[in-house]
């Protein structure tokens, strides 16, 4: 059997995941007006369409870009019952990563065809709520930027301070919007994109009993990677047990899967982290616990088996060939579909009593050893 040929949502974002090249740096009024056919855009439209009304859309913001705005919108699927687990998905917080809001809008544009024939599919959406914010930084995805219009790294914008030294620049800085992870000017508000994300997490996550997030970035080593809490510290946190029971349950289940699970200070620590932030704020609300998870797909894999998208900003964050990006929506596809299953009867797995201590020793143990 031939290879399936891609859809055309997927065929123009094959020729359109070029960045605009130089327009990070024009002041607000100055950049293009965007394409009101924007591919992401667009096929969130039709997507909310043909979904309605089970797929439920609110609009958070709308980031100005020239004339023309473009908003940052949440999307829900599922039980509304406060007593539900819930499940979320984000992309997009790295406009140059459009990887990520391609993985997370695949994996919707998947749930939203299977709800004309699959029982099985609205038997589980009884019982679980899911989120989805696959376009936080629409305005970086226009213009082919890590941050957001007004220049500043959304992953480096939360009002957290690292513990330990970071290294230079990387870690986030407060020198200027013209250099790469930065903080935005000291005592500012966090960017409305931030923000847009923060509300999301506070008015569909927090309060629930159990709950999980993918955020989906690339750009990062030769393995898919799934980054936890935290980047500003490399102490332990308090829900290292759960995390650790989601390791086993992802051994065995899902087989031959490629991630490597984590703690993100084992790779660099950083200032500003949005997911340490809300973290927090999920331990402050109370004990359920909220594992948020960063998904740093293995882009120099992409480049090692085509060296000339080295010569392409973009080529270094996305995976460029329609075969290639059509192998890395089904394998991440797969996996956002196995942390939806896995909240949805996380009660059979989710570690208590003196499990949950056994765990949290192996987890030590793991990816810590010296730390007690």
Not at 105 to 124: F, I, Q, T
Not at 241 to 266: K, M, N, T, W
Not at 312 to 331: A, D, E, I, T
Request: aromatic letters at 8%; hydrophobic letters at 45%.
């Amino acid at each position: 059997m031939g290879r399936i040929k891609p859809s055309a949502y997927e065929a123009r974002m094959t020729e359109r995941w070029q960045p605009h090249d130089g327009a990070a740096l024009a002041p607000a009024d100055s950049v293009p007006v965007p394409d009101p056919d924007l591919p992401e855009l667009a096929e969130l439209r039709a997507l909310v369409a043909q979904g309605q009304p089970l797929l439920r859309m609110r609009t958070l913001c709308d980031v100005p870009m020239g004339a023309a705005t473009l908003p940052v919108s949440v999307f829900t699927l599922g039980s509304e019952r406060p007593d539900a687990p819930v499940a979320a998905f984000f992309g997009g917080v790295h406009g140059l990563e459009r990887i990520g809001s391609q993985v997370v809008l695949a994996y919707l544009r998947s749930l939203v065809m299977r709800l004309a024939w699959d029982d099985s599919l609205h038997r589980l959406l009884e019982d679980v709520r899911l989120v989805f914010m696959p376009l936080v930084n629409p305005g970086g995805v226009w213009l082919g930027t890590r941050a957001n219009p007004a220049g500043v790294d959304l992953m480096r914008s939360a009002p957290v301070e690292a513990e330990e030294r970071v290294a230079s620049l990387v870690g986030g800085h407060r020198i200027s919007a013209s250099l790469p992870w930065y903080r935005g000017a000291a005592g500012a508000p966090m960017p409305p994109e931030s923000a847009a994300l923060c509300q999301v997490v506070e008015d569909e996550i927090l309060g629930h009993p159990f709950a999980m997030a993918v955020d989906c970035h690339s750009g990062f080593g030769l393995a898919d990677r799934l980054w936890f809490p935290m980047a500003c510290s490399r102490t332990p946190i308090e829900h290292l047990p759960e995390l650790h029971a989601f390791g086993e349950i992802l051994d065995h289940s899902l087989l031959h899967h490629r991630y490597v699970l984590e703690p993100q200070s084992q790779q660099y620590l950083a200032h500003g982290d949005l997911w340490d932030h809300l973290y927090r704020r999920a331990c402050e609300h109370g004990p359920a616990p909220f594992l948020p998870l960063t998904l740093e797909m293995g882009s120099w894999l992409w480049v090692k088996k085509n060296p000339w998208q080295l010569f392409s900003r973009g080529g270094l964050f996305n995976p460029g060939l329609p075969h290639r990006q059509q192998r890395v929506l089904r394998r991440h596809v797969n996996g956002l579909d196995f942390v939806t299953r896995a909240v949805a009867s996380w009660a059979r797995w989710a570690p208590q009593g003196a499990a949950r201590e056994a765990h949290r020793a192996q987890a030590l143990q793991r990816w810590y050893r010296t730390a007690r």
